[in-house]
T-cell receptor, first 112, second 110 residues
């Protein structure tokens, strides 16, 4: 079962570049989506929620396209500190409550 | 800030040992989860719990069990550790759909 799929990368970009990640999901019933960030040897941390109307937080923009069942994350003016793995996450409502389904992550490496 | 604490950062155990991984959260969250993370496979859900003494199987429960005797504590048990259970284990607790993870336990079974 592959409910959330994303390109593993790595994406190697220079500082200041704009980079975009896409993720597709197979469960059309999924209602909520998130992007998590995971640094090397650290735990995942919530980056931002994803809405159909778009969600912008500083240099980061997340977008949900329900018709095409994909989620995107755009990072503008990338910084060295943006280097991390970005996890696309959907909510599975198969049980009594929802639980998160994680993509395998897209690795970003920002170079000087 | 929600804090999720996993008792060990690194653990080395022998094949066949019974292993306990402990997780404690301090924000009175009802929902707690155990994941394992492996290269190329991402995070996979082992077990989760929405209430004390309640547990539900995730995607890969085989070889594991859990215990939730108190709301703040969710334990993962490897009944008889095997080398294929060498992995990073991540505990999480959540309020609604917003998860907070512990810093992980890297378990090596030799």
């Amino acid at each position: 079962r592959k409910e959330v799929e994303q390109d593993p990368g790595p994406f190697n970009v220079p500082e200041g570049a704009t980079v975009a990640f896409n993720c597709t999901y197979s469960n059309s019933a999924s209602q909520s989506f998130f992007w998590y960030r995971q640094d090397c040897r650290k735990e995942p941390k919530l980056l931002m929620s994803v809405y159909s109307s778009g969600n912008e937080d500083g240099r980061f923009t997340a977008q949900l396209n329900r018709a095409s069942q994909y989620i995107s994350l755009l990072i503008r003016d990338s910084k060295l500190s943006d280097s991390a793995t970005y996890l696309c996450v959907g909510v599975n409502y198969g049980g009594s409550q929802g639980n998160l389904i994680f993509g395998k992550g897209t690795k970003l490496s920002v170079k000087p | 800030d929600v804090k999720v604490t996993q008792s060990s950062r690194y653990l080395v155990k022998r094949t066949g040992e019974k292993v306990f991984l402990e997780c404690v959260q301090d924000m009175d969250h009802e929902n707690m989860f155990w994941y394992r993370q492996d290269p190329g496979l991402g995070l996979r859900l082992i077990y989760f719990s929405y209430d004390v003494k309640m547990k539900e199987k995730g995607d890969i429960p085989e070889g594991y069990s859990v215990s939730r005797e108190k709301k703040e504590r969710f334990s993962l048990i490897l009944e008889s550790a095997s080398t294929n259970q060498t992995s990073m284990y991540l505990c999480a607790s959540s309020l609604d759909r917003f998860y907070t993870f512990g810093s992980g336990t890297r378990l090596t079974v030799v």
